[in-house]
């Protein structure tokens, strides 16, 4: 994250844990790891995005993280969740957001159910 971005800092005040699960042969998920203490910003609205297989989801939030975390949404087997409080959300759909003046990584934003 650039130094400089007080603002996206300033935004990120939740402390979240991200989730990696992963499913074995017969579609159990176990967790594979955890990020604890990540910061986060949440915003509750609903929109439309697809999921993973291409089918059309509707997301209840939209989840910002800065750069630091560490997330691979390439690993379709994989499955990703957001534990804040005692809500879960799960990861239908991220994007990494990269900043227009460099072009390097800013910050992910992931639609979640």
């Known amino acids: 994250m650039m130094a400089t971005d007080q ?13 990696e699960l992963e499913r074995d042969s017969m579609g159990n998920t176990s967790t ?24 059309k989801v509707i997301a209840q939030s939209t989840i910002f993280f800065d750069d630091s975390i560490s997330f691979d ?4 087997d994989n499955e990703w969740v ?3 409080n005692d809500l879960t959300f799960k990861v239908v759909s991220a994007e990494a ?3 227009p003046r460099t072009g390097a990584l800013h910050h992910w934003e992931m639609l979640c159910v």
């Open 82 to 84: 957001i534990l804040w």
């Open 32 to 55: 594979k790891a955890d990020q604890a203490g990540v910061s986060a910003h949440v915003e509750y609205q609903r929109r439309q995005t697809f999921d993973r297989a291409g089918e």
């Open 97 to 99: 957001i990269n900043d």
């Open 7 to 19: 603002a996206l800092v300033d935004l990120l005040n939740l402390s979240v844990t991200l989730r």
């Open 73 to 76: 949404w390439s690993d379709s």
